[in-house]
């Protein structure tokens, strides 16, 4: 019998204290892609992106091209001229390699500079939100866009305006 009131005290506990929580959601991305900030982030980086596809293109041209010429030639040059120009073709494809890896492995000068220009507007962002949190007294603010299966959300739970006008971002 204690045991069973003791059950009934931790469940009637528990339930009060999950009704006192108070969650609420933002979308971070729709914020993203409101700020300016972002914007200019965002064509700055893609505008580095498409330099380096375009200098990796011109890296694999020269690699086709001297693929071509190799073979073109190939019946005419001695054993010791191929190994030759196998080696400088392989050579110029692992620079290749080497070239995309470190600008876009992982951890390579575009996450670097994504880091460099994207991070302080999320920073900004998830200040925004803390502060909010912090001020509103909410226990976990749930963030839409990353990923995080919402199922069903209220709308009056959804604070992504709010953040938006403490940013200065209007609609």
Do not use: C, H
């Not at 339930?15 to 965002?42: C, H, R, W």
């Not at 939100?129 to 963030?143: G, P, W």
């Amino acid at each position: 019998m204690k045991k069973l009131i003791i059950l009934a005290a931790f469940i009637l506990t528990s339930t009060v204290f999950i009704n006192a929580q108070k969650i609420v959601y933002v979308d971070t991305e729709k914020v993203l892609n409101s700020m300016g900030e972002y914007k200019e982030a965002q064509k700055e980086i893609d505008k580095i992106t498409e330099k380096w596809q375009k200098e990796i293109q011109g890296k694999y041209e020269v690699i086709d091209q001297m693929y071509k010429t190799y073979q073109a030639e190939e019946i005419l040059l001695t054993d010791d001229m191929k190994r030759k120009r196998e080696d400088e073709i392989i050579a110029k494809e692992k620079e290749m390699k080497d070239f995309q890896k470190e600008k876009f492995g992982f951890e390579g000068a575009l996450y670097k500079k994504r880091q460099e220009l994207v991070k302080p507007v999320q920073d900004k962002i998830y200040a925004a939100i803390e502060k909010m949190a912090q001020q509103r007294a909410y226990d976990f603010v749930l963030d839409k866009s990353s990923g995080v299966s919402i199922l069903f959300a209220n709308e009056k739970y959804d604070k992504t305006s709010e953040i938006m006008e403490d940013l200065g971002i209007t609609k």
